[in-house]
């Protein structure tokens, strides 16, 4: 009845973009970066697993829902949950436009490592909204 959130997340990239830090291709890109082993390079880290900081036991997950939403430890209860405008008093992000999530995401992509980013086509992949909102 909420919608396949974890499942979409679980499919797609961000699930898995500290993996791709341990990959010979990022090695070759940090190389070319002139910076050290990308799963421990900030310069990395801060787009492949953006609370690597904050919540280190989470850097494996990658970009996590709090990465984009806020730590959800104070807005996940249920009742909460029900209504987005109420969970948003307790710290849940919201981006109800297409530029609030564009500006989101273009810190990170926006010509990442020299590659083009469609925000529509990667929306569409990502989007998962709650089923009848």
Known sequence: KQGQQV???????????????KTEA???????????????EAACLKC????????PALKAEGVTCEACHGPGSEYKK???????????????LLYPTAESRKA?????????????FDFEAAWAKIKHPVPGR
């Not at 499942?7 to 830090?21: C, E, G, P, R």
């Open 78 to 92: 249920l009742p909460l949950m029900r209504d987005p405008a109420e969970a948003a008093k307790f710290g849940l």
């Open 104 to 116: 989101l995401c273009l810190p990170c992509h926006e010509n990442a490592h020299g590659l083009a």
């Open 48 to 55: 492949h697993a953006p609370l690597h900081e904050k919540a």
């Open 26 to 40: 990022a090695a070759l890109t940090a190389e070319a970066m002139g910076v050290g082993r990308p799963d421990a």
């Open 7 to 21: 499942v979409i997340w679980q499919d797609n990239k961000h699930s898995k973009s500290f993996a791709t830090l």
